[in-house]
């Protein structure tokens, strides 16, 4: 059969508020023209993220019904590490609430006031995280990823040259970690080849630096491997995995996204020491090392999405719900990030919107169209969330300015898509007439959540 379903049937059921284009209009404006402070009951179909989003299987939920609430050593901690271990191969596995919790704790004990992290491109809170500690991450895409039409395979890669000469200019010794964040999702949700991770944690190896990957969409990412990379067709995803992590000496993850978790997320290590460290830090801030800030039913359900994340029909189905939108928006003549990516459609709004100068946040008007045209929330990936060196609190253009819409994981139906399409096209055509935003208010980090905007 061609084809492809989805792998499941529906059990629960949430119904959608319906709302009208005017109500949208005085939403968005009462909301700062930012849709992080809207009611998630005034949006329609909400991409704004994949993480925490995903609709859990019966088995989960068995899941939470089993947990084991005991403070120390509760059976689900044994069953979450077990499967973490198994998955991944790292001895070491410390649990904790969410992804950047993990980051902290990371950072906090390896980078120090003017150290550099490299990485192919690290997501927002990712390099917060870094620059709270004092360091700088330093983002080293590869140069396909510049052009975002481009058709190429692992547009998610690490410019391994590129890393040789930071490492030349900076001195090994003030780079604490090299990461790699799979897929990566501020770079359009594209994949990393095995050979780049490779070649990436051979360049660490050979100059004594640790290397990281950020894993939170592994199981995309290892999906893709298998498509796209010669000698990979044959592999079962769980080899694909554990061979993509065999040569890194941790990682973070956030299980809100390719465990199909609702929260939580892990921090893994082979080295025993550091590991230490990073528990005695845990009990400070998420609580002891058997649950992490979790409840016992949370730890249980990442097990089971650990395990259901691997599925080929799932991620068969994950990649072509995705590849269905960006192909037809792109037939229509929609500057979208190609190839499709894993998470979520990219809007390219710099080309979508020509006229709209990046310092005048093309992607966040964009965002607020969508918005009002058809109740759908999406998320601004360009200069609002990137603009601002929070050091020197100068302003420049981002790499690029994207839309993002994150597909949650097996919550919208095909139908749900076609009507994201026909939104997007109604919106394109009436681009001409779409202006820029300027920002009215914002913190210093991680400004895109919070700001309020007007438009220009
Ligand atoms: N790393 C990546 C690549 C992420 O995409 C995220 C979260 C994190 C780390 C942090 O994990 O949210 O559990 O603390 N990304 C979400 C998103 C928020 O919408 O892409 P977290």
Known sequence: MKTIIEPF????VEPIRF???EEREALIAEAGFNPFRLRADDVMIDLLTDSGTSAMSAEGWAGIMRGDESYA??????????????VFGFEHVVPVHQGRAAERILFGLLVKPGMVVPSNAHFDTTRANIEFCGGRAV???????AEPALEAPFKGNMDVAALERLIASTGAEHIPLVMLTITNNSGGGQPVSMANVHAVAAVARKHGIPFYIDACRFAENAWFIKQREPGWAEAPIPEIVRALFAEADGCTMSAKKDAFSNTGGFLCTRDPQLAQQERDLLILTEGFPTYGGLAGRDL???????????DEHYLRYRAASTAY???????????????AGGHAVYLDARRFLPH???????????????????GIRGCEIGTAMFGLDPHTGEERPAHWDLVRLAIPRRVYTQSHMDYVVEATLEVWRRRERLGGMRIVE???FLRHFSARFAPD
Do not use: H, M, N
């Open 325 to 339: 939108v960006v192909d037809r928006l792109a037939s229509a003549g929609v500057p979208v990030v190609r190839p």
């Open 19 to 21: 709302t009208t284009g």
């Open 300 to 310: 249980e359900a990442i097990a089971v999405g650990l395990e259901e994340i691997l």
């Open 139 to 145: 983002d080293l895409p590869c140069p396909e990823a």
């Open 442 to 444: 914002a913190p210093r």
């Open 73 to 86: 050593g509760a059976r689900s901690w044994f069953r979450f590490r077990d499967r973490v271990r198994e």
């Open 356 to 374: 709209v100068p990046p310092l005048r946040y093309p992607g966040q008007s964009l965002v607020v169209a969508l918005y009002v045209e058809a």
């Open 9 to 12: 049937r529906i059990k629960v």
